[in-house]
């Protein structure tokens, strides 16, 4: 008769216990929802908008200047209000 101690030295049940399916996180649970890497894209999304229509804005400024000068103009100057 073997002892119930000594089953579980055997190589036998070694490899059973290997064979046996990892236990898993119950499936039933629904995962973790992260929105902060969400936030951030949508952060650096809106900063590249601003600063995209800010540089639009100078250029055509710039051009605007250029075209006057260009043209022999001399009173180019930009009145502020």
Not at 22 to 41: D, F, I, L, Y
Not at 67 to 75: A, H, K, P
């Amino acid at each position: 008769m073997k002892d119930p101690n000594t089953q579980k030295l055997e190589p036998e049940n070694l490899e059973a216990e290997k064979l046996k399916p990892a236990q898993s996180k119950p499936q039933n649970r629904e995962p973790r929802e992260n929105n902060t890497p969400a936030m951030a894209g949508l952060g650096i999304a809106v900063v590249l908008l601003v600063v995209g229509l800010w540089l639009a804005h100078e250029l055509r400024a710039a051009s605007k200047m250029q075209d006057c000068v260009l043209s022999g103009r001399t009173n180019c100057n930009v009145i502020q209000p």
